[in-house]
């Protein structure tokens, strides 16, 4: 069981950068492939990116592949997204998710999720 809470959202100017947190709760986090899904209105949530459970393999969206970085600290207990060059359609709630296993895409594989963070990118 773990619980997820993200932080770091905001507002911020097209071209700006943000870096999300998501702190959990639990013994066994450094288990566990944690990732970030985003959701804007009207739209089906999204994958964004993924790291695996010691931070060696990690999985992006082409949406955002070379201007983020995922990334953890598992003796924090804590997991990262940083984008750059963020555009109005980056525009979401983003949230964090916890699955053990392999590293998968589809957000119906992701066991245990956090309540969002909203980023709104304005042009």
């Known amino acids: 069981q773990v619980q997820l809470v993200e932080s770091g959202g905001g507002l911020v100017q097209a071209g700006g950068s943000l870096r999300l947190s998501c702190a959990a709760s639990g013994r066994t986090f450094s288990q566990y492939v944690m990732a970030w899904f985003r959701q804007a209105p009207g739209k089906e949530r999204e994958f964004v990116a993924a790291?695996?459970?010691?931070?060696?393999?990690?999985s992006y969206a082409d949406s955002v592949k070379g201007r983020s970085t995922i990334s953890r600290d598992n003796a924090k207990k804590t997991v990262y997204l940083q984008i750059h060059s963020l555009k109005p359609e980056d525009t979401a709630v983003y949230y964090c998710?916890?699955?053990?296993?392999?590293?998968?895409?589809?957000?119906?594989?992701?066991?245990?999720w956090g309540q969002g963070t909203q980023v709104t990118v304005s042009s």
């Open positions: 790291i695996s459970w010691g931070g060696s393999s990690t």
């Open positions: 998710a916890a699955k053990t296993g392999s590293i998968y895409r589809d957000y119906n594989r992701y066991d245990w």
